[in-house]
C-alpha cells in the first residue's frame, strides 16, 4: 500500500497549486480519502475528504471555498485543487486513507478521529509567500 503526494511548491498569495495523491497496492474506491496538512509548530488538521461511497465531499471552514477534493477512479487519484492561497496555507500536505471504510464524516476528519489505518504519504510542501 502506497500513497504518494505531488505538486507541492512555492506560490505567492492568490495564486493556486493542485496536489495528487496516487494511489497504489489498494482500490481508492474502497477507501475515503482525506487530505490533511501540518505547519510549523502546529498539530496536523484535517483540510477535505471524500467518499468514495456517493461522492460527497467536507472540508475546513478555512479553505471551503477555495480548495476542491476530486477523483479520478481510472488513475487511482485524488486531488486537492488550491486557490486564492494564503500564507496561513503553508504547510506539508498529506493524503491518506485513514478510516478504513469508503466514506468520511465531517467532524472525524476535522477531529482527526476513528484513524485506523497506517495509509499516509510521505507528504508534500506547500509555501505561499511573496
Known amino acids: 500500500v502506497q500513497l504518494v503526494e505531488s505538486g507541492g511548491g512555492l506560490v505567492q498569495p492568490g495564486g493556486s497549486l493542485r496536489l495528487s495523491c496516487a494511489a497504489s497496492g489498494f482500490s481508492i474506491d474502497d477507501y475515503a480519502i482525506g487530505w490533511f496538512r501540518q505547519a510549523p509548530g502546529k498539530e496536523r488538521e484535517g483540510v477535505s475528504c471524500?467518499?468514495?461511497?456517493?461522492?460527497?465531499?467536507y472540508y475546513a471552514d478555512s479553505v471551503l471555498g477555495r480548495f476542491t477534493i476530486s477523483v479520478d477512479n481510472a488513475k487511482n487519484t485524488v486531488y486537492l485543487q488550491m486557490n486564492s492561497l494564503k500564507p496561513e496555507d503553508t504547510a506539508v500536505y498529506y493524503c491518506a486513507a485513514p478510516w478504513a471504510r469508503n466514506y468520511c464524516i465531517r467532524t472525524e476528519l476535522l477531529g482527526l478521529s476513528m484513524l485506523e489505518t497506517d495509509y499516509w504519504g510521505q507528504g508534500t510542501q506547500v509555501t505561499v509567500s511573496s
Open positions: 471524500i467518499s468514495m461511497k456517493d461522492g460527497s465531499t
